[in-house]
């Protein structure tokens, strides 16, 4: 079983998941309905999957590079409960090195900015 590394392990300044962050302040332009499209990264409770479907990427991954959203990893690594995401990273070398800052919103939907 081959062992890979996380390009990022700190989460960024205006991650969504972090509580402080608006979203219409997340950088390179702010799309409310792609952000709604990645409820597909999230895992369903009571449904166990193998392998990981879907992933949130950094807002700063060029596309090509599999730059994880930390905040998203922290999040289905623990109360999000995605077992594939937690059964691939057991091949991560320094998944120990994830860190989070400041609150973090335990479920996707409090990420999305208010409706008003």
Known sequence: ????RLIRTKQCD???WKVSTDPFDIPD??????????K????KEGEITFGVQNAMACHHSTGSDE?????WLHNQLGVGNNIGLRIKMM???NIK???I???????FEETLPEQK
């Open 1 to 4: 079983m081959s062992k890979f």
């Open 14 to 16: 205006k991650c969504p």
């Open 29 to 38: 332009g702010y799309c409310p309905t792609k952000h709604a499209n990645l």
């Open 40 to 43: 597909n990264t999230i895992a």
């Open 67 to 71: 730059m994880y959203c930390v905040g």
């Open 91 to 93: 091949r991560c070398e």
């Open 97 to 99: 090195d994830l860190k």
């Open 101 to 107: 800052v400041g609150e973090q919103h335990r479920r």
